[in-house]
Nanobody, 113 residues
Framework: QVQLVESGGGLVQPGGSLRLSCVAS????????MGWHRQAPGKQRELVAR???????NYAESVKGRFTISRDDAKSTVYLQMNNLKPEDTAVYYC???????WGQGTQVTVSS
């Protein structure tokens, strides 16, 4: 059974930082690209960042230069470091496999003063 479990969300002031983590089980993690999507209220789910089985990364234009995706295959974990957060980054953030077959339950990120 595949499980993706996110953590690290919360309430942060504009300009602040958060690091999201996603621990995977039930898959051979090192053979899977991984990604993060987000969904804000009333909006469609959108890709935030993804990372291949190597080191190739892709980012949404809105987060380039502020967010960094990384992975630790030994820990079966993918991370999303989010810096200089803005109110428009407020959303539920979901971890997913590259092929979008598996998703986590999501973690809420709220950016507000």
């Amino acid at each position: 059974q595949v499980q993706l479990v996110e953590s690290g969300g919360g309430l942060v002031q504009p300009g602040g930082s958060l690091r999201l983590s996603c621990v995977a089980s039930g898959i051979i993690f090192s053979r899977n690209g991984m990604g993060w999507h987000r969904q804000a209220p009333g909006k469609q789910r959108e890709l935030v960042a993804r990372i291949s089985t190597g080191t190739t990364t892709n980012y949404a234009e809105s987060v380039k230069g502020r967010f960094t995706i990384s992975r630790d295959d030994a820990k079966s974990t993918v991370y999303l470091q989010m810096n200089n957060l803005k109110p428009e980054d407020t959303a539920v953030y979901y971890c997913n496999t590259w092929n979008l077959a598996y998703w986590g339950q999501g973690t809420q990120v709220t950016v507000s003063s």
